[in-house]
């Protein structure tokens, strides 16, 4: 459950760095 979690928050993470990158490209 524990590992669940930790890898959507990750993801998520990842998700939100990566729009934060295409913005800067931008």
Do not use: Y
Not at 1 to 20: C, N, P, V, Y
């Amino acid at each position: 459950m524990s590992w669940l979690a930790d890898k959507g928050t990750e993801t998520r993470l990842q998700i939100l760095f990566d729009d934060g990158k295409n913005i800067e490209d931008t």
